[in-house]
């Protein structure tokens, strides 16, 4: 029940993890006194950190063609230009940014495999033959 609330909880920026920790922080002391919520306290943020932090970067990555550190840097960098909006919509902004800037002019394919930490993401489109 408590890794469900966890998970939903995560897609509230900024105060979604306070909101996930606190019911079983409480129960936990509760139930077995300040040790077990520390420990709950602990446990919750360390699986937390490393969710946000390392596993989600790299599946959002992979998934859309971007490189891990692409992926933060962007998370952070459109957090700073636009807030909280920003973060939700990172990937997406940075997807179409490269669509703009680096597909769309020949002369800037050579950053791809920079973006996308992968040596050919995707095929030139003038390199396909007809006939």
Known sequence: MWAVLAFVTS?????G??????PPALIALLEGGPELMLAVLAIYTGITFLSDSLIKPR????TVGLSTTVTFLSLVFWTWVIGPLGAL??????????????????RTWWALPLISGKPNPTEKPESKHVG
Not at 17 to 22: E, S
Request: no cysteine; charged share 10%.
């Open 59 to 62: 599946v959002v990555g992979d």
């Open 17 to 22: 993890f306070l909101i996930g920790v606190i």
């Open 89 to 106: 919509l990172a990937v997406p902004l940075t997807l179409l940014t490269r669509a703009l800037l680096i597909e769309a002019d020949p």
């Open 11 to 15: 897609f509230i920026p900024n105060i």
